[in-house]
Every structure is written in C-alpha cells, then in structure tokens.
C-alpha cells in the first residue's frame, strides 16, 4: 500500500533545526570578518568595521558605525536575529503543544525578519561601495556575507512551512484517517 503524504509526526521537528541553521548561520555573519574582501587582500570589512592594509602585515581599521548606513544595517540584522531567536523558542511551543495556535505568527515573524535582513543585506553593499571604496581594486562580497544571505533563505522557506502547516493540523495529530492512493475493490 502507498501512503500518500508526508509521516508529519515524525517530521515535524525539521523546522526547529532549520531555524536552529538559520540561527547558527547568523551568528557566524555577525560575528564575520570577512563581509568584503580585495582580491590582493590588501582590504577587508566585517559589518562592524573596515581594516586596510598599512604594511608589514598590519592593518589600521576604521568603524563602519561611523556611517548612517552602518548603523541601519547593524540594527535590521541585530533585530531580524533576535525575531529569528523568538521564533525558533515559539516553534517548540507550537510543536509542542498543538492546541496553542501559533504556528502562523511563527510565519508572519519570520517574514519581517527576512526583510529586515535583505533590507539589511542589500544597504550594505551599496552603500559600502559608494562611502568606503576607494582605488580601481576589485572587492568580493565574502563568506560570512554569504552566511548572512543563506540564513535569510532558510528562514524565507521555514515562512511557507508555518504558514502552509495549519492548513495539514489535523495529519499532525493525527485525528485523519489515512489515505492511500490504490484501494482494493
């Protein structure tokens, strides 16, 4: 016999992981310094400040707070992580006890957070290419930048896992009778 769907049960604890990731994934952004980087490694950035190289392998850094711009990015990534943390400690309440409707505010925090932080992620390369670069050097957006994108994507896919998840409560619970897709005459 196929059973049609997904064993919800057993799967519904995927969602607290992925914004676990998410979680993970935005502390290493935050706490990064590799935002921006030259090809010749000569300058790199974080969120929090931007180092050039003096030489002999020193670096003089300079805030990043210093600009308008760097204060709004900091801020939208700083609160779309603290909404991403009380979501995931809401995901185990709203796992954990069913009767407690949440699920769907779950989704709509999660999607402020996710603007918040492409708002965020999209201000700091603009304005980090117009205030900070100078020179015809080449600067790559890096890896803890990546890390910040990746964990706006994982949570901008947990958005439709709440949103949808009320609409399948009762295969949570249980209380449907299974369905299959071949059936003896």
Do not use: H
Not at 42 to 64: E, F, H, K, M, P
Not at 94 to 122: D, E, H, T
Not at 149 to 174: A, H, K, R, Y
């Amino acid at each position: 016999m196929f059973k049609c769907g997904i064993a919800y049960p057993r799967c519904k604890w995927i969602l607290p992981l992925l914004l676990l990731c998410a979680i993970i994934f935005d502390i290493i952004a935050l706490a990064g310094q590799g935002w921006v980087e030259t090809e010749s490694g000569r300058v790199y950035a974080s969120l929090w400040q931007t180092c050039d190289s003096v030489g002999n392998g020193n670096y003089g850094c300079r805030s990043i707070m210093d600009y308008a711009w760097g204060k709004a990015t900091a801020a939208l990534f700083i609160i779309g992580f603290i909404i991403l943390i009380v979501c995931f400690l809401l995901s185990f309440v709203a796992l954990c006890v069913p009767q407690i409707p949440v699920l769907r505010v779950i989704g709509a925090l999660l999607l402020l957070a996710v603007i918040l932080q492409i708002i965020a992620l999209v201000i700091y390369p603009v304005c980090y290419t117009r205030d900070v670069v100078s020179g015809n050097e080449n600067y790559l957006y890096s890896w803890t930048y990546g890390f910040g994108w990746g964990s706006t994507i994982i949570m901008f896919g947990c958005v439709f896992f709440f949103c949808c998840l009320p609409n399948f409560e009762d295969e949570l619970l249980g209380n449907v009778k299974t369905k299959y897709f071949y059936t003896s005459s």
